[in-house]
């Protein structure tokens, strides 16, 4: 019976070993904490790249809508055709206006038969708050490709 109360005694054990109660909580507190700051950027991140691909597909509309906006007057006189960059502008801008984004900035080729359109956006994480805040950019761009090189006349 002495054998069994030394071993069961509280205070430092008889060899000089210290007790493993509570390292198993330790543990588990460590990995539960890992655990969920792994969840955190995985949904962080996937809505980050969520955004990014919206961005893109707004942008390549955008792109779309102002590729149609064709230069009338340079098409009639047949001298071929090109966009009108002021009217590419508003039409990508209202485009995008319907979805609560902004036009970051329009390019055009020098033939003026291809517009690239970038739009920006803001992407706040869900469960990193401003650890993780960025801005996404989007970009889109349309190839005028119809052959259209002068006005049908009857």
Known sequence: MRVLSRLRRPGPHPLGRRSDRGAVALFVAICAAYLVLVIALVIDAGG???????????AQEAA???GQQL?????????GFKVQQDYVRQAAGAYLNLYG???DDVTFSDDGKVVTVTVRADYRPVLLGALGQRKVTGRGSATLVHGVKKAETD
């Open 48 to 58: 980050r790249l969520r955004v990014a691909e919206r961005t893109d597909a707004y």
């Open 64 to 66: 779309r809508v102002g």
């Open 71 to 79: 230069d009338q007057a340079a098409v009639l006189q047949g001298t």
């Open 101 to 103: 984004l902004q036009v």
